[in-house]
């Protein structure tokens, strides 16, 4: 296996560490980490095994692949700080709204970047991420980085065109869903339910669902079928939430986030 070096060490560089290492066959001193807080590397090494470094530059000098998992904002100034390190080396960046051509001109014309957009539920190893890789990047890069994503859940790869949409929709999507549990519990609740039971009974229903919805020739319409009988409780739920607009908000809200990615990442 490759070394595997990751530029800051905050929750989602720790979910990939903790998913590599728990992947088998890894040996987690081919993993490396630096963070500008000491406390963070301290914690990984105890943690996971992987190897801690003094610099930025030691890191990618040891590495054969850099995830970059620091602040959008932060990108430029590492980038321009280890682009001698980083040289012959896969950089692959996790930062939202930084794109290929962006990382390209700070790395040179010859440089195999792979961007990729992972989500919270990465924490948990049930992470839904998409990456797309520059034109110099070979078939093994872009293997390299869908494993190592492919850890902590799914890893698509998509042209870049489309990580507007995928940053509105599995990025942003926790929250989503999340609101969308607490209004079930806030519901159960004025129903009589505890909140206790409520919560765990919104969340495992949620969890079994989305399950369901995974499943090949599984399709959203024709799963909701099979709960909603003539008649029944299930179909005037569904009536409450058509006459209050749920489709129309959903889309609506995926639509706003997916301008705002735009806007971030410098599209039109």
Partial sequence: MPTIGFLGAGNMAEAIVAGLCAKAGTDPYLVAVFDIAPVRMEHMGKAYGVRTCASADELCRASDAVVVAVKPHQVSDVLADTKDSLAGRLVISIAAGVT???????????????????NT???????????????????????LARGVFE????????????????????????????????ALCDGAVRAGLP???????????MKGAATMALEPDSHPARLKDMVTSPGGTTIEGIAALEAGGFRSAVIEAVTAAWVRARSLSGGD
């Fill in 121 to 143: 539920p990465c924490l948990v190893r049930q992470g839904a991420s998409v990456m797309c890789s520059s034109s110099r990047c070979t078939e093994e890069d872009r293997l």
């Fill in 195 to 205: 909140r206790d039971e409520a919560y765990r009974l919104a969340a495992a229903t």
């Fill in 100 to 118: 290929l051509r962006r990382m390209s001109e700070e790395l040179g014309p010859h440089a195999r970047i792979v961007r990729v957009m992972p």
């Fill in 151 to 182: 850890s902590v859940g799914i890893c698509l790869e998509m042209d870049e065109r489309y990580l507007d949409a995928v940053t509105a929709l599995s990025g942003s999507g926790p929250a989503y869903c999340f609101l969308f549990l607490e």
